[in-house]
């Protein structure tokens, strides 16, 4: 089945209220000024980038698991010198510089999961060399809380201070804005041959220094959680939501055609596509409302609701649809709606929540 890309350039993932934007290598950094973790449309990590010895790792592939969910596999060091097999050398024996780890021996796997307001990379790392080896690994981070709108151009509208508050393993993002009082928590751990391994940290990296003997492994988990000053989520308030959707989801139609499998799973797919976009917030009855479109539209565009809504009755016996009405009719003036009236109270064409917004600039005008 042929599998189609929107800005091919970029992964993402996505589930309720944040986002997730990489570039191909699986990094988000300056070198694509989209790239970042949001969270109800603002960046609260404008870089993370996996380093061994400070240095990037090769990219061997990528892969996307679900919408929630990317997978990079890399390998370090990449070799530059080859001998007679091709891809290989003669003696099938790496060639190395004096006391640097063997080419190709470490085998690195790296799985990004977006949660409703938090995001886990989960880094194994395995020596297939035979010798033993000793190295860093970690992080480079960084955060800005641009808006996605600002982001995209290029050009801040709001700019603060951002703060580091940095303790052994965690790092505490702080934007000293006056209005925008976001947080980004972000803490490290891991285990090493089976024992548990002590970080550093600095404003701008967290690392451990790891020794594997051949094939031992060590598994690295790094989480960031979004901490917004407006209607901040609970652990419980994520459980609930992430509950509500997860019934939902299962309640979806499914389709077996075993005389056509090719259509079925193109039905399958566009299914679970359709139901990784509720955004999760507001009221109970709100909670299923679909935002507009991944990457650039984590938001509410009212008439694409209803539309999309409207189509997905047929799998989901209206709930989509009840869920954006209930949002939308919250957001009305008791004006009546007609589609010739350009002035306030017409249906909102788009609800955004981001820096921008809460700040009411226009992130459209010239």
């Given at each position: 089945m042929a599998s189609v890309q929107v800005r091919s350039e970029q992964r993402f993932?996505?589930?309720?209220?944040?986002?997730?934007?990489?570039?191909?290598?699986?990094?988000?950094?300056?070198?694509?000024?989209?790239?970042?973790?949001?969270?109800?449309?603002?960046?609260?990590?404008?870089?993370?980038?996996?380093?061994?010895?400070?240095?990037?790792?090769?990219?061997?592939?990528?892969?996307?698991?679900?919408?929630?969910?990317?997978?990079?596999?890399?390998v370090l060091p990449e070799m530059t010198t080859f001998g007679g097999g091709g891809s290989g050398v003669s003696g099938e024996v790496g060639i190395t510089p004096p006391g640097a780890i063997p080419c190709r021996a470490l085998d690195i796997r790296a799985r990004y999961v977006v949660d409703i307001a938090s995001l886990t990379a989960r880094v194994t790392v395995i020596n297939h060399g035979l010798t033993t080896v000793t190295f860093d690994a970690g992080w480079e981070l960084a955060a800005d809380f641009a808006d996605i709108q600002e982001a995209l151009g290029g050009q801040r509208q709001q700019n603060a201070t951002v703060h580091a508050v940095v303790t052994a393993g965690t790092i505490n993002f702080q934007y000293g804005h006056p209005t925008l009082r976001y947080e980004t928590h972000v803490s490290a751990e891991g285990l090493c041959a089976g024992d548990v391994v002590t970080w550093s940290a600095t404003d701008e990296y967290v690392a451990t220094t790891l020794t594997l003997g051949p094939q031992q492994d060590a598994t690295l988990v790094l989480t960031v959680s979004a901490v917004d000053y407006e209607a901040p989520l609970s652990a419980a308030d994520v459980r609930m939501r992430e509950s509500v959707w997860q019934a939902w989801t299962d309640r979806l139609v499914r389709i077996d055609t075993p005389g056509n499998t090719l259509a079925e799973a193109t039905i399958g797919a566009n299914l679970r596509d359709l139901a990784s976009y509720p955004l999760l917030q507001g009221e109970r009855d709100e909670w299923l409302v679909p935002q507009a479109g991944m990457p650039l539209y984590p938001a509410l565009f009212g008439r694409d609701a209803l539309t999309a809504g409207w189509h997905a009755a047929m799998v989901d016996r209206g709930e989509f649809l009840d869920a954006a009405l209930c949002r939308l009719g919250r957001l009305q003036t008791e004006r009546t709606y007609d589609w010739r009236d350009e002035q306030p109270g017409r249906i909102p064409y788009q609800v955004r929540q981001g820096p921008l917004a809460r700040l009411n600039i226009n992130p459209y005008a010239a």
């Open positions: 993932a996505w589930h309720g209220q944040s986002l997730l934007i990489m570039n191909a290598r699986g990094e988000c950094s300056d070198a694509d000024s989209l790239t970042g973790y949001y969270f109800r449309e603002a960046r609260f990590l404008r870089q993370l980038r996996l380093v061994v010895d400070r240095t990037a790792p090769w990219l061997c592939e990528t892969a996307t698991e679900s919408p929630v969910a990317l997978v990079f596999s890399y």
